[in-house]
């Protein structure tokens, strides 16, 4: 069974850093991309930052210049080091994948809290 494992998250003070780890296991034969979205508390869900087969990134304008997200083909695991957090990027991060396995498969993650204290 393929699936998602998330890890990082928690609590820290604005201007510090975290990161967040997801691997994907299962018998995979390719990932189209994976990345990483967050949910506000009374928000929409919401991409923060994605990497795609080519290894080509998107990253939401609102992190660009504090957030980077990179890719461990090897392992099928995408991290997303968070840089000069602020309060406003308190939310529930959930990765996010579309693979083939062989079908394909859009998974996500249960979700990890990141909480940002001013």
């Known amino acids: 069974q393929v699936q998602l494992v998330e890890s990082g998250g928690g609590l820290v003070q604005a201007g510090g850093s975290l990161r967040l780890s997801c691997a994907a296991s299962?018998?995979?034969?390719?990932?189209?991309?994976m990345g990483w979205y967050r949910q506000a508390p009374g928000k929409q869900r919401e991409l923060v930052a994605r990497?795609?087969?080519?290894?080509?990134?998107d990253l939401a304008d609102s992190v660009k210049g504090r957030f980077t997200i990179a890719r461990d083909n090897a392992k099928n695991t995408v991290y997303l080091q968070m840089n000069s957090l602020k309060p406003e990027d308190t939310a529930v991060y959930y990765c996010?994948?579309?693979?083939?396995?062989?079908?394909?498969?859009?998974?996500w993650g249960q979700g990890t809290l990141v909480t940002v204290s001013a």
């Open positions: 299962g018998s995979i034969f390719s990932i189209d991309f």
């Open positions: 996010h994948a579309a693979l083939r396995a062989p079908r394909y498969l859009a998974l």
């Open positions: 990497v795609l087969s080519g290894g080509s990134t």
